[in-house]
């Protein structure tokens, strides 16, 4: 299932919710797994920017993430980590959580990625 923005964290990395691809048919495991794992990914991110979410869950596999450069994609990776933990642990304690609200969404995403971002290191 996708892996919704509960917190100001997930939201100064990715623009919503990470998404989590469908599965692969029998077929597409058996043959060409690896492309059609590519194919599962480029087909959620059909009306998603990937530079804004720079991550995905492949159905029973696990996660992937990108980034500029191989360093940018394993802190990626980290974060959608932490922040598949977070969402878990507030599910947990509160089952009736809902996504964080669109307005502080767009102000962390945007401080730090949007055109007058000024937040973290450059």
């Known amino acids: 299932m996708p892996i919704e923005a509960y917190g100001t964290t997930h ?3 990715f623009y919503g919710a990470i998404p989590c691809t469908r599965e ?3 077929l597409e495991t058996r ?7 590519g194919r599962v990914i480029a087909e ?9 979410i ?4 492949v159905a029973n596999h696990g996660p992937f993430a990108w980034g500029k450069d191989a360093a940018e994609a394993v802190h990626n990776a980290v974060v959608l980590e932490e922040v598949a933990k977070m969402s878990i642990l507030m599910k947990t304690i509160n089952p009736d959580s809902s996504p964080i609200n669109k307005y502080t969404l767009d102000k962390h ?3 730090k990625h949007g055109e007058n971002a ?5």
């Open 11 to 13: 939201a100064d990395y």
């Open 24 to 26: 692969l048919t029998a």
């Open 31 to 37: 043959e060409n797994y690896e492309t059609n794992t």
């Open 44 to 52: 959620a991110f059909k009306l998603l920017d990937p530079d804004a």
């Open 54 to 57: 720079p991550g995905v869950v």
């Open 109 to 111: 995403y945007n401080r």
């Open 118 to 122: 000024y937040y973290g290191q450059k």
